[in-house]
C-alpha cells in the first residue's frame, strides 16, 4: 500500500507541505493514521510572544512635539515588525502545523486591522488557543478583544449612540452570512453590545454596565433584555453559522468552487458537535471526497503559504528578517495588515499579471541570488539577461540575506532518486512536458529543485 | 468633387459603414485614426466617501441641523451655487471646475441600496443588481466584448500592485502595473520565458492551472508593449508626493506616450469615517483634490485633456445625520465627479440632494449608477451599454 499521494495532499492543505524525508517515512501509513498525527502534532499552543510592552498603555504628556510623536510612531512601526516576524517564524518553525494553518484562517476570518501591536498579538492568540477548540468560545473572546473593540468601533457604540459597526461585520461575515439577517436585527443587536469595552487604562477587557442599553430588543422574532452574549448564542443556535463557516473551511481546504453537498454533511458534524472544531476537521481530512483528482493540486497558495512553504522545505534563515515583509508587501499579503474587514478575498485574487511573475521570481532570488537554470538554446538577448543577473548576483546576495540549508535539504533525499521525482514531489499538480524536458535536461538536483518552484505549477497545492 | 477627395471619401464611407469592425485589423488602423484615442481614468475612493461634506449643501438648513459637529462652516465653503458648495479641502479643484472642466452628478445610487462595503462596492464594480451576485467586473465584460478597440490585454491598465474585480472578465481581464519596467525586467527571463513558449493549448483550460498560464501569456505581450512605448515619454509636469499623485503621473505617461489603452484604473482608500470624520476626510479629500487638479492641468498642456474623461465613484455615500463620535455611518446615493475638456453639461449636472424625502435615514437615489456607465460605454468606449450592463441604459448628457 503506498499512500504517498494522499499523504503528500493531506500535508499539502492542511499544512504547509511534507518534507521528502517525512513523506518517506509516512508512505505507508493510513490516511487515518496520518490525520490522527496531525492533530497530536498540533495539541500544544505556543503562544506568540513577540511583543511584551501596549505602548497605548504609557503615560502620555498632553503636548507632544514632533521629534517625540516621531519616534513614538517608530516604535510603533517597529512592534509592528517584530510581530510580524515572530509569526512568520513560527509559522515556519513549528511542528504545530494544523494549528497555524487553522489560526490562519481565524485571522483571515476575523480580519482586523489596527495600529496595536499587542492587541493584535493578544487577537492572535485567542485565535490559536482556540484554533482547533470550540467556535462559540472563540467568537465571544474574539467579541470581546481590544484589538475587535477597537477595530470595528465597539468603544463608540453606547446607550442612545448606537454605533452598528461591530453587529453589522458580526453576522455578515463572522457567523451568519448575507442575506439571513435583517436591518432591523443589526440596529437591534448593535444595542445589546452597548457595553462590550475594554479599559484603557489596563487594556483589558472589562464591561461597561453605564452604557449599556439594558432595554427590551427584538432580535430574530425573540424580544428580552439580550445582553451581546444573548446575541451571540442566537446567533449560533441557528445553523446557518454552522453552514456559513463550513463553506469557508471547505473553500480554504478542499475546492474554492463550492460543493454544497459536501458542506452540508460537514455541517451536519459541526452542529451536532456543538461548533467543536475538531470533529469537522477530522470528518473532511477522512471524506474520500478530501482526495478525489479534482480537488489536488488546484488550490492557489496564497503568498504567506508560498512563503512559508519555501522557509519549512529549504529551512532558510533570514538575517534580516524585513526582507520578509517586503516579499509580503509585493505579493499583496502583510500578515495584521488584510485589505478591509473580508480580509483576503484569496483564490484568483492573488495572481495577476505582476503578482504571478514576482512569485515565480521570488524563490530563485531566496535560494540562488535570481539565478534559475535554464536548458534551452538562448538567444544574444537572453545571454545579455543572464550575464547582467550573473553580474547582480553579490548584489542580490546582500539584499536578501537569506540562507537555505541545502545540505539539510539534499541529506533528506536519497542518492538513487531521479530528477523527475524530485519535481513530482515539489509539485502538487502534474507535470508539463515542458518541465520534464528542463529538468531531465539539469545538472543537479539542487537547479531541479529551483527550476521546479520557479514554475506557474508550484502556485497551486 | 475632384476624383483623389472623391475616392478618399468614398474610402472612409466604406471603412466606415461597410466594413465590420471585427474585420479590420486593429494593427493596420492608420496612425491618424488613432488620434482623438479616446481615455476613460477611473478613480475609486474606497470606504464610502461622504459625498454631503465633499459637494456640500449649505444653502440646505437641514444640512446644519442632521450635523450640529461636523458640518462645515458657511464661511469656510467654495460655493459654486447658491445651494452647494466644495469642501475647502478640494480648493485645488476650484480652477479646473471655473475652466468647465468638471461636471458633479447629485445623488447616484441604485435600488434597494446595500451598505456593506464589500457588497456595495462589489455591486458598482460589477454593475449588478443588488440582489444580483456578478462574479465579472464592468470594465471586464467591456474587454470580453471584443470590440474593435479593446481586444489587447493593455486595453486596461490599473496602477496598482493588484487588480480590481471592476477589471475582470470571463475570459478577458485588464492588466495591474504600478511600474511598467519592474514588470518588464521579470519577464526577461529565459526559463520563464522557455515556459511561455513551449506550453500547450491543453494548459489553457478552465481551471487554476490553465488560469495561471494564461495570465502569464497575456503578461508577456502587455508587459513588452507597455514598456517600449511608454519609456520614451517623460512627464514634465509637477505631480504632488502621494501615492495618487503618483500613480496619476504614471497615467499621464501612458496617455501621452501614445499607449493604446482605453481604461485605466486607481483608487484612493481612508474614507471610511465613522469617528472623527473631518479632519480624516479632509485629508484625504486634499489627496484627492491636488492629484486630479496636476493631473488635468497636465493633460491641458500637452493636448490630451479633450481625449480624457476622470470619473471618480466611492461605493456609497454616508447617512444624513450624523453619529456621536463625530462621524457618520455608512449611507446610500452619493455623487459622481467627472472631469474632462469636453463636459457637455459643465457645472453641477443636476438638483442638489433632496434631505427630506430620506428613506431610513438615508438619500434615495436619482441616478442609477449604470446610466452614467451606460453613458461612458456608448459616448467613450464605442461599445453598445446592453452588451456590457445586460440590459440597455439610456444614459445621460454627459458628453
Known sequence: MNNSIQIKHLHARAGFGIRFNELHDQQNWSVKKAVKKLFEASEKTEPLAAIDENIDLRFKPLMQNDGEKRALQEERNRQERLLNEGWLKQLSETDAQLREKMTLFWHNHFSCNIGNAKYQQDLNNIERANALGNFKTLLLQVSQSPAMLQFLNNQQNQKGHPNENFARELMELFTLGRGHYTEQDIKQSARAFTGFAFNGKTGLYAFNPRVHDDGPKTFFGQTGNFTGEDILNIITANKQTAVYLCTKLYRYFVNEVPDINHINQMADVFYKADYEIKPVLEYMFLSDWFYEDKNRGNLIKSPVELLVGLNRQFYITYQNPDVLLQFQRTLGQVLFRPPNVAGWPGGRNWIDSSSLMYRMKIPSTILNAGVIDFAGKATPEDEAYLASQKKQRFNIINRVQAVPDWNKFLNEIPLDTSHLQIAEFLLQPKLNNVIIDEVNKSTDIKAVAIQVISTPEYQLC | ?399
Open chain 2, 1 to 399: 468633387m475632384r476624383r483623389r477627395e472623391f475616392l478618399k471619401n468614398t474610402a472612409l464611407a466604406s471603412g466606415a459603414f461597410m466594413m465590420p469592425a471585427f474585420l479590420k485589423p486593429f494593427e493596420a488602423m492608420a496612425q491618424g485614426e488613432l488620434s482623438g484615442y479616446k481615455n476613460l481614468v477611473i478613480i475609486q475612493l474606497s470606504g464610502g466617501n461622504d459625498g454631503l461634506n465633499t459637494i456640500i449643501p449649505y444653502g440646505n438648513d437641514i444640512y446644519y441641523q442632521k450635523r450640529k459637529t461636523i458640518a462645515i462652516n458657511k464661511p469656510d465653503i467654495i460655493k459654486l451655487n447658491d445651494m452647494q458648495g466644495f469642501n475647502p479641502s478640494l480648493s485645488a479643484l476650484k480652477e479646473i471646475y471655473d475652466q468647465g472642466w468638471m461636471s458633479i452628478i447629485n445623488s447616484v445610487g441604485y435600488p434597494n441600496p446595500d451598505r456593506s462595503h464589500f457588497r456595495s462596492m462589489d455591486i458598482w464594480q460589477t454593475a449588478s443588481d443588488s440582489d444580483k451576485f456578478l462574479t465579472t467586473g464592468w470594465i471586464g465584460r467591456y474587454l470580453d466584448s471584443n470590440c474593435q478597440s479593446c481586444k489587447n490585454p493593455y486595453t486596461a491598465i490599473e496602477v496598482d500592485d493588484t487588480l480590481s474585480l471592476a477589471m475582470k472578465g470571463a475570459n478577458m481581464k485588464g492588466i495591474a502595473v504600478q511600474d511598467p519596467n519592474k514588470l518588464y525586467q521579470t519577464t526577461r527571463e529565459p526559463f520563464f520565458k522557455d515556459l511561455v513558449n513551449n506550453h500547450t493549448d491543453a494548459h489553457l483550460n478552465e481551471d487554476n492551472l490553465g488560469y495561471l498560464y494564461k495570465t502569464m501569456t497575456e503578461t508577456y505581450s502587455s508587459a513588452d508593449y507597455i514598456q517600449k512605448t511608454s519609456k520614451i515619454y517623460n512627464v514634465t509636469a509637477s505631480y504632488p508626493a502621494t501615492a495618487l499623485g503618483n500613480q496619476l503621473k504614471t497615467v499621464s505617461k501612458f496617455i501621452n506616450s501614445g499607449l493604446q489603452t482605453r481604461v485605466y484604473y486607481v483608487s484612493l482608500g481612508g474614507f471610511d469615517t465613522h469617528v472623527g470624520q473631518q479632519n480624516q476626510q479632509g485629508r484625504q479629500l486634499q489627496i484627492y483634490a491636488d492629484a486630479v487638479a496636476a493631473f488635468i492641468k497636465d493633460l491641458k498642456q500637452t493636448g490630451k485633456l479633450d481625449d480624457t474623461l476622470v470619473m471618480t465613484f466611492s461605493e456609497f455615500g454616508r447617512r444624513v445625520e450624523q453619529n456621536a463620535s463625530n462621524g457618520t455611518d455608512h449611507g446610500t446615493a452619493n455623487n459622481v465627479l467627472v472631469f474632462g475638456g469636453k463636459l457637455k453639461k459643465p457645472g453641477v449636472f443636476n438638483d442638489a440632494p433632496d434631505l427630506t424625502q430620506l428613506d431610513n435615514g438615508d438619500l434615495k437615489y436619482q441616478v442609477d449608477f449604470r446610466d452614467v456607465y451606460a453613458t461612458l460605454l456608448d459616448k467613450w468606449l464605442d461599445v453598445n451599454n446592453s452588451q456590457v450592463l445586460n440590459k440597455n441604459f439610456n444614459g445621460l448628457a454627459l458628453v
